[in-house]
């Protein structure tokens, strides 16, 4: 049975790998004389800044080039496509929130470095069914975590004025594009994500394995604005989201549906998912 206790020996290899990362990352934009220079915090919230600008520009560039330019018509409706004003505001509100999603992302990881989580540092401690077993159950937690804290977001009133309501200005299919994928207030983002660090006391978790599902964090809210819906249950495809946002009380869900179905909130799409999706 793994032992929770992280000694220092656990300690260094969190820092060792973070360190790993900003070398990867910054060796491209900052000579290692300044890099050295500066404090280990500095350089991770810097490496998340630009991993995160580029996990949210390349996916949502070639991804918006292929479905509204590459193949016009074939997944999107022509009279669909979304304005390029439309899709540089959300660029201009996800960017403006882009320095604190990636402070909260540093402090996570200042935190596991600390030694503070239930991380751990290599596989071959707990052993490969554990590894497997913690998986489940971090993605688990997140679906559950998740779905509650986007229903409080719109059940308070007040966070939703004061924050959600700035996502859901984009409310039908052709406002929505993978650039939505951030778009929220900065507060609203870090809450909605808040779960991860939650779970990090709750749940075991190899490290490499949350920040790679971090990433996929990125990737996902860019797939579920794309208005293409994949039919692949009980994923949560584009057509439940872009239902959420046309009536704001269903599909509250992240990676699956399993917790709008479970809680009662589940609405599926029409069959014509190309047909514009009508309010309840
Ligand atoms: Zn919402
Ligand atoms: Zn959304």
Known sequence: ?????????????????????????????????????????????????????????????????IIYYGSRNRYIPKDCVPSIKSMLLQIYVAMKAMPWYTLYVTLNEFVVESGWTKCFPRVSDVGWPFYLISVFSYLSFIEFGIYWMHRALHDIKPLYKLLHATHHIYNSQSTLSPFAGLAFHPLDGILQAFPHTISLFLIPIHFRTYVALLFLEGLWTTNIHDSIHGKIWPVMGSGYHTIHHTTYRHNYGHYTVLMDWLFGTLRKPTLDDDEPIKGS
């Open 1 to 65: 049975m793994w032992d929770n206790s992280l000694d220092d020996e656990y300690r260094a290899l969190f820092l060792k790998e973070t360190t790993f990362y900003n070398d990867v990352v910054l060796s491209i934009f900052l000579p290692s004389v300044v890099q050295d220079k500066l404090p280990h915090f500095l350089l991770a919230w810097l490496r998340n800044f630009i991993g995160g600008s580029i996990v949210y520009f390349v996916p949502g560039l070639v991804w918006s080039f």
